[in-house]
């Protein structure tokens, strides 16, 4: 018989709490945020930055950047851009410049940050495939950036990593050598290599989810989900025991 009123007590507990808890904390995952900041690379004298928040495969990411060439061929001058995905996770330094021309392009570049993973368009195509389209870039000398974007599998484990790293290019051939500004992009051969070299650059880091709570902070949600569940078992245990009475009455 104690068997029996334990089983009757026990199973609407865990019948009422076990779902409550399970769905309250699939829809309490929050969003992780994450910043750049942007610096010059090149000679670009700009600068930037950059705040990326992701909720699933969703990113919100908003962006100031000044600083930058400001035009081409008597138009406000494009800068594509990217998050840049699966290498080291850093801007490369001077070093990476292999020929010798005074300018690290976008494939000495690539050892350090890595391939295209998402393209920061205005518009349309995110994907690697618009990542020297020009006419979704955003442009001039400075500009603000705020677009809601889907991420890939790849660019998504990448940010999660800490290898993901944002840069933005396009550079002013007045500032570069004689041999750089003569050369062709070894991206885009009509254009020259100032169009698609790198301008700024950062890596892409988390940010903090906020300080330990005190009174109504972090934690107290938590508190509130645990008080009702307690709550809710106290009542179910109450109405299983008026149950168990009711039948020990019936039994006598």
Same mark, same amino acid.
């Given at each position: ?11 609407? &507990? ?6 409550? *808890? ?38 919100? *990411?908003?962006?100031? &950047? ?46 350090? +940050? ?12 995110? #994907? ?16 603000? +950036? #705020? ?81 009702? *569940? ?12 008026? &149950? ?9």
């Amino acid at each position: 018989m104690r068997k029996v009123k334990a089983c009757l007590l026990l199973a609407p &507990v865990a019948a009422f709490s076990m779902p409550f *808890v399970a769905s309250t904390a699939a829809s309490a995952a929050p969003a992780t945020n994450y910043s750049a900041t942007l610096n010059p690379l090149n000679h670009a004298s700009g600068s930037g930055m950059l705040s990326l928040t992701m909720n699933g495969n969703k990113a919100t *990411v908003t962006e100031h &950047v000044s600083g930058l060439a400001a035009t081409f061929m008597n138009g406000p001058y494009p800068h594509v851009q990217h998050i840049h995905i699966g290498a080291q996770g850093k801007c490369p330094t001077a070093a990476a410049d292999k020929n010798g021309d005074g300018v690290v392009d976008t494939a000495e570049g690539q050892p350090s +940050y890595g391939a295209i993973g998402t393209t920061l368009s205005t518009k349309g195509d995110t #994907s690697p495939k618009a990542g020297t389209d020009v006419k979704i870039a955003p442009g001039g000398g400075s500009f603000d +950036y #705020s677009r809601t974007i889907t991420l890939d599998a790849k660019t998504m484990s990448s940010v999660q990593a800490g290898t993901a790293v944002i840069v933005v290019h396009g550079l002013d051939p007045t500032t570069l050598s004689k041999k750089a500004q003569g050369e062709k992009s070894n991206l885009v051969p009509s254009l020259p290599l100032a169009a698609t070299s790198p301008a700024l650059c950062g890596p892409l880091t988390s940010m903090p989810a906020g300080g330990a709570a005190t009174g109504g902070g972090s934690t107290s949600g938590v508190e509130d989900v645990w008080m009702f *569940v307690a709550g809710g078992a106290a009542l179910t245990a109450a109405g299983a025991a008026l &149950v168990l009475r009711r039948l020990a009455t019936s039994t006598h």
